[in-house]
């Protein structure tokens, strides 16, 4: 009746990741951008580096709903054709709960039942896995790349719950990264249900109720890196705890005590509040918090509560704006938030983010957190260095004159193999070392700085020990655990956790520097905010232990530490804890308790007192009306007798 002409209507019609479907204005993003080129002068290093980064910069701040489209992402085609008055669009933009339930409420019949059953009932169990995997408060059209690395994971085991497979072994690391212990407790009998279906699972876990639902354990270590790398134990769960050198054995016979250093901080005393009003990031609703000053902090709540919406998208712009008096000219239903008192008693925020620290091989530990520029001025101010006319810049791999020619100051040549992945090779001329022969002449207690990038951070951080500028922030990073890595370590060959401290000490210690600058040139002593997003990830239990000593040195030096955290040996820790939720997307956003973590435990709304309370068992008493707390026992089971080595 319009006149309209459109193609025969196709499956592809649907999909913005296809010419025939997406929205020529934006191509299926659904937003338009504004480019700019990059703003930062270009060296002769940062062209080296170049690789790190993209050429072309993207304002965050730029992004806006696509003209065309208004977000939908599909052409005006796909957008007209709809199905109970609801097309693909406003379909995709439901929670898998919301379309389950629109899905299940189609009154089909005739031609249009007898085409839509069959499909139906496969679209159902789809979003039935997701459901059962702890996901159905997510967006159909949630964009991946906002998924944390929990919610990846339980996608793609959604996926594989619905393909009826046996025989299969899946391989899962770290699965439980990023999940609530309520969420954690229904992976792991997801997991069960695969093994119920004759699969084998091998999976890569710190996670104490992991081990606890697992036939067999494989312990490695007794250390990390050149420590490592032995089988400690292998075994039941009781087997493992009988073995004496293992740091997983000590944990799960002695679990640390809370508050781990005899009593908390008292929030009496606390001077000053950071004061959230009104946050409605997200799914917030409207949420009033406070957090104090110079004390430890926990966000709690399940998975996609509003934690990472309070503090990321409320806490650190409003802080950082009342910090730098610099207000950006936006509408109140721009801007996110009522109002955030008492951050003018704070010099800095400092958010420690999940975001990769490199991607290549002139990335490294030494690099990334800064000591590698004071180690090269230390050689250029040696003798012979001097003599020469050697400068810092002549130590460097990443620039020409002092690396290696051959490969570039990489150590290693790339082999490009045909339908085969890329193999690498020690350089033949430099035999690893990055530096050509005369630059390695130069020696610095006899050790030239090929050797100096061969240490490890706990041998270099003795043998610089006359150097606070090296010494200190790698200190720091032995105490985090990660000692046993090479100053010259490739970014990419670090594991997760890795990277995560990695970067966690990179942010320490440049605000523990500028801090104490800042008393010596103005005595001045503010506080710094330091926001972190689950630093746990992919720590061992003992690790944690030595996270939790840095995060309290922080604090005692007058910082203040926000930690969104699930795990709950760092939240039995705290001195404050703000829980979200109760529930996740439009069942959480709201401020469910708040107080220490005792008076957290006794809430009977909060889904995380349960657990809490498992960890805080010899302080608390079970609540009246509520369900026992303890641990599910595991499935009785036949496992035959392993040595523990």
């Known amino acids: 009746g319009c006149g309209a002409a459109f193609e025969e209507l196709d499956p592809r019609i649907f999909s913005y990741n296809s010419p025939h479907g997406w929205c020529p204005e934006c191509r299926g993003f659904g937003e338009v951008w504004k480019i700019y080129e990059n703003p930062r002068a270009e060296t002769e290093l940062e062209k080296e580096m170049d690789a790190e980064r993209q050429h072309g910069w993207l304002d965050p701040d730029s992004a806006k709903p696509c003209p065309t489209c208004h977000g939908a992402r599909i052409n005006e085609t796909a957008q007209h054709v709809r199905i109970a008055d609801t097309s693909i669009d406003m379909l995709a933009a439901c929670s898998v709960r919301a379309a389950g339930e629109f899905l299940g409420s189609l009154k089909l019949a005739g031609r249009q039942k007898l085409i839509a059953d069959d499909l139906l009932i496969e679209i159902g169990q789809r979003l039935h896995f997701m459901t059962t995997v702890g996901l159905d408060y997510l967006a159909l059209d949630r964009s991946a790349k906002t998924l944390s690395g929990g ?67 494989i312990d490695l270590g007794p250390g990390a890196g050149l420590n490592g790398g032995e089988v400690v134990a292998q075994g039941t769960l009781p087997e493992i705890r009988r073995v004496k050198n293992s740091a997983t054995a000590r944990c799960l016979k002695t679990p640390m005590p809370h508050p781990s250093r005899g009593q908390r901080r008292p929030l009496d005393a606390v001077k000053d509040w950071i004061e959230v009003k009104g946050a409605r990031a997200h799914n917030l609703q409207s949420v009033d918090a406070r957090i104090p000053l110079g004390r430890l902090t926990v966000v709690s709540g399940i998975s996609g509560s509003g934690k990472s919406s309070l503090v990321r998208g409320v806490v650190r712009p409003a802080v950082a704006e009342a910090i730098t008096r610099q207000r950006k000219r936006k509408t109140k239903q721009e801007q996110p938030w009522d109002a955030v008192l008492g951050a003018k008693a704070l010099e800095a925020v400092y958010e420690v983010d999940q975001s990769p620290i490199g991607k290549t091989s002139r990335s490294t530990p030494a690099t990334y957190i800064k000591v590698f520029d004071e180690i090269r001025k230390v050689f250029a101010q040696l003798p012979l260095a001097r003599m020469r006319g050697y400068t810092a810049s002549r130590f ?8 290696c020619e051959t490969c570039k100051g990489q150590g290693v040549i790339k082999i490009e193999m045909n339908f085969l992945p890329a193999s690498y090779l020690p350089c033949g001329d430099c035999h690893g070392k990055r530096y050509n022969s005369a630059t390695l002449e ?8 090929g050797d100096v990038m061969e240490m490890t951070l706990e041998q270099a951080a003795e043998f610089f020990q006359p150097h606070p500028r090296i010494r200190r922030p ?23 956790g890795e990277a995560q401290r990695l970067k966690l000490v990179s942010e320490l210690t440049r605000g523990v520097g500028r801090d104490e600058n800042t008393r010596m040139k103005r005595g001045v ?5 330091y926001l972190l997003e689950e630093p746990t990830i992919g720590l061992h239990m003992a690790d944690v232990e030595r996270l939790l000593d840095v995060f309290h040195r922080l604090v005692d030096e007058g910082h203040t530490v926000v930690v969104i955290e699930h795990n709950l040996t760092v939240i039995a820790d705290a001195d404050y804890v703000i829980d979200i939720g109760p529930e996740a997307g439009n069942a959480g956003g709201r401020l469910v308790a708040d107080g220490t973590p005792e008076d957290v435990a006794k809430s009977k709304e909060s889904r995380t007192a349960p657990f809490l309370r498992e960890v805080l068992g010899h302080k608390l008493a079970p609540l009246e009306g509520t369900a026992p707390s303890v641990p599910s026992p595991p499935r009785k089971r036949r496992r035959a007798s392993l040595p523990v080595k």
Not at 162 to 174: A, F, H, M, P
Not at 525 to 529: E, I, N, P, R, T
């Open 474 to 496: 790698l200190g720091l990073l032995v105490e985090t655990g990660l000692g046993y890595l090479k100053l010259g370590q490739p970014s990419p060959t670090l594991s997760g």
């Open 151 to 217: 919610e990846s994971q339980r996608i793609r085991l959604a996926a594989q719950l619905g393909s009826n497979l046996s025989g299969v072994l899946y391989v899962l690391d770290e699965p439980t990264i990023g999940l609530h212990p309520r969420d954690n407790r229904q992976l792991l009998d997801t997991l069960e249900a695969l093994k119920t279906k004759g699969n084998s699972l091998l999976v890569v876990e710190h996670d104490e109720d992991t081990m606890r639902r697992a036939d067999v354990i």
């Open 525 to 529: 002593s503010k506080s710094m905010l």
């Open 396 to 403: 460097s791999f990443n620039a020409e004159g002092g690396r």
């Open 442 to 449: 130069v020696e610095y207690d006899g050790r030239s700085i």
